[in-house]
């Protein structure tokens, strides 16, 4: 038995099964972007505004150029090898059985960890909006799966999953489509509330510095590295390989457009932010930075709005990670890696 014994591009191609090769560029990059923009523009806005300033979309900036350099790199891999299986059929390629198998699994354990996180908040969040509706869901629709004895629970993103890869991308083409037009309604309604005064300093802390008594770094590195975590999530547009159309040249794409779309959309969302509102009072408003510019703006009527976007776009977020980890499931089985019946 060799443990590092590596796959050719030929021999990876040979194995892969006939799916229905049904994605486009344009369901990819709606794939890409429902991966990416999530909680990150709501949430981590605000405490990278504390760190770095209006200076924070030069931050988000130079996280999206770290990011393209491992999506340029992904493109290329997805482009080689069109197959299902992510970065785990590119170790496969490039290590060796034993190093894929370790990717593998941490790529499984990354995407449920991920999509059990942002489910939970997602619960909630949803059913405090219900309760300002005087509406209640059952305990079979909100409970994490064993935790309530005597009650079943129901997997609704994973049911979608289970349809099918149409009804996967339509759902998700939806959801992102709507999370974009709540997105730019929210630029368009704040733009005009914006006090220039408020982005100067534009750079209070420079690129990486320290304030007196404080060990916490503040600059547009260290915001940089805060607001990279609102990239995460993209890699698994490399996973839908075998369903797409044309993966040589739709995949790298796919990966790169959306890219480069979350990235304006952070940028335009960060100066408008701390356009609105002075960065420092972010802190009053750490957990719900947009609730601070609505609250500056005074329309109300756009926290509703707002409040819907999050919590399509933490669906959408769910729905891509459980998406790219029912395809590693399925590359590992076939490989033999992991059990016959996941695949």
Known sequence: MDLFRKKSVDQLVSESTPLKRTLKTFDLTMLGIGAIIGTGIFVLTGKGALTAGPALCISFLLAAVCCGFAGLCYAEFAAMAPVSGSAYSYAYLAFGELIAFVIGWDLI??????????????????????????????????????????VTTYFIITWVLSIGINQTKKTNDIMVMIKLAIIVLFIVCTVWYINPANWKPFSPYGIYTFQPGSTQPYGIVPAASIVFFSFIGFDAVSSSAEETINPNKTLPRGILISLAVSTVLYIVMTLIMTGVVPYKEFANFIDAPVAGVILETGLNWLAFVVNLGALIGMTTVMLVQLYGQSRICYAMSRDGLFPKFFG
């Open 109 to 150: 354990l990354e995407y449920a960890l991920q999509a059990a996180t942002v489910s939970a908040g997602w619960s909630g969040y949803f059913n405090k909006l219900l309760e300002g509706f005087g509406l209640h869901l059952p305990v079979e629709l909100t409970a994490a799966y064993g935790t309530t004895p005597g």
